[in-house]
């Protein structure tokens, strides 16, 4: 049973670029939330999305977008990189009221 | 808003013996979820134990245990006879129920955990 996958593991990126990052729930799960840990830091709430809809939101400029597929997968967008992005970021998915499950990350490094 | 407090930055413990993490938060909710989080230097986050606010029995897994004292928001970790596999950063975790999708976590700060030999 697969668990949640993330792609790529690692991304350079220089300021001003665009970034996609990919994420596969684990089985069974239809809830996808991603989180943005910046070193040494505790993980932030980006957003989360279930049924295709974002339902909920965090402190993130709308620089900060996502999708999620009928077959839950999700993909977050960050458009006009800044520096301060450079981030690990966390995908985690859920059933509608189970624990939440983490991938391995997606390491973000701006230029 | 719900916040998620760990004032400890670091622990160190000797191998097999018993350590202790703590956790504080705060929120005006009354029924809500709790979670320890491990993340080792491989970076994956992952779900230690989970205790739900309106069971007063503490939850247990195996050399994982919390003491939730619900009046204090006070929700610590118990590793008992810990091993080497053990270090890595601890994560507390809140967890506010809401209708339909699951809900967001918030996140303390963290706390490294080093197993010595």
């Known amino acids: 049973d697969a668990g949640v996958t993330q792609s790529p593991t690692h991304l350079i990126k220089t300021r001003g670029q665009q970034v996609t990052l990919r994420c596969s729930p684990k089985s069974g799960h239809d809830t996808v939330s991603w989180y943005q840990q910046a070193l040494g830091q505790g993980p932030q709430f980006i957003f989360q999305?279930?049924?295709?809809?974002?339902?909920q939101r965090g402190n993130f400029p709308d620089r900060f977008s996502g999708h999620q597929f009928p077959n839950y997968s999700s993909e977050l967008n960050v458009n006009a990189l800044l520096l301060g992005d450079s981030a690990l970021y966390l995908c985690?998915?859920?059933?509608?009221?189970?624990?939440?499950?983490f991938g391995d990350g997606t390491r973000l490094s701006i230029l | 808003a719900q916040t998620v407090t760990q004032s400890q930055p670091e622990m160190s413990v000797q191998e097999a013996e018993t350590v202790t993490l703590s956790c504080t938060y705060d929120t005006s909710e009354n029924n809500y979820y709790l979670f320890w989080y491990k993340q080792p230097p491989s970076r994956q986050m992952i779900l230690v134990i989970r205790q739900e606010a309106y069971k007063q029995q503490n939850a247990t897994e195996n050399r994982f245990s919390v003491n939730f004292q619900k009046a204090a928001k006070s929700f610590s970790l118990k590793i008992s006879d810990s091993q080497l596999g053990d270090t890595a950063m601890y994560f507390c975790a809140f967890m506010k129920p809401s209708t339909g999708a699951n809900s967001k976590l918030t996140f303390g700060k963290g706390i490294t955990l080093s197993v010595r030999p």
């Open positions: 999305y279930y049924e295709e809809e974002e339902r």
């Open positions: 985690a998915s859920s059933s509608r009221t189970g624990a939440q499950h």
